[in-house]
């Protein structure tokens, strides 16, 4: 056997999980297997604390989650998760009819909210959508590092012009400001749009504004 096959990197499974956290193992069984059928990847947990314990997946990915669970509920452990899982839809299900408990899992965030027993197509056009929603959002958060790291690579006076280019100040007036040549504000704008991979100057600015926090 060729040793260099034994220790070659096994390629990573790209196939969508869809992670279900229900303490029924009945309701477990069966949503495994449909999702099986569907040709995702189940993943299953009986508590809101098992799958807490699971590291963050790095394909696209769902959770149907119960609303009534023994330890943490399932709104407590959405809310758990809305800050450092972002682009992982929430599939709400429950045994019971609770307006208020829905309206409040909306609210959150939660892209559906089913009541057992639910229809098992209705079930798989929302966990489709929702994978497709999450594929969305991991493909902004990797343009949205990439970005970032080209910012971290310009110099601090590359920074300086950046954010009076990106303020509209002519070459002239960053020149006189900075108490440098224009010729020398030139070749650090040159660089900026090199670095920052930018096509003009309004893809400038808006890639800048990507980097600003956004207002809740």
């Known amino acids: 056997m060729n040793a260099n096959n034994e220790s070659a990197p096994k390629p990573v499974d790209s196939t969508p999980i869809v992670f279900v956290v229900d303490d029924d193992i009945s309701v477990r069984e069966s949503l495994e297997l449909l999702i099986e059928q569907a040709q995702w ?15 963050r997946p790095l394909v696209p990915s769902c959770l149907v989650l119960d609303i009534n669970l023994p330890d943490l509920n399932g709104l407590d452990l959405q809310n758990a998760i809305a800050g450092e899982r972002p682009d992982m839809p929430i599939i709400f299900i429950t045994g019971y009819g609770d307006v208020p408990r829905s309206v409040r899992a909306m609210k959150a965030g939660a892209v559906e909210f089913l009541t057992k027993p ?40 590359e920074q300086e012009v950046l954010d009076m280019v990106v303020a509209g100040r002519m070459n ?45």
């Open 41 to 55: 990847r189940p993943q299953l947990f009986e508590s809101a604390q098992a799958f807490l314990a699971h590291p």
């Open 118 to 157: 639910f229809d098992d197509e209705v079930l798989l056009i929302a966990i489709a959508d929702a994978l497709q929603g999450s594929r969305v959002a991991l493909s902004r958060e990797g343009d949205l590092r990439v970005l970032r790291d080209n910012h971290a690579t310009l110099t601090p006076r």
């Open 172 to 216: 002239k007036v960053i020149a006189s400001d900075l108490g440098i040549s224009e010729i020398t504000v030139k070749a650090h704008r040159g660089r900026v749009m090199r670095k920052m991979k930018a096509r003009s100057l309004a893809d400038l600015v808006k890639k800048v504004g990507q980097l600003l926090p956004q207002a809740d």
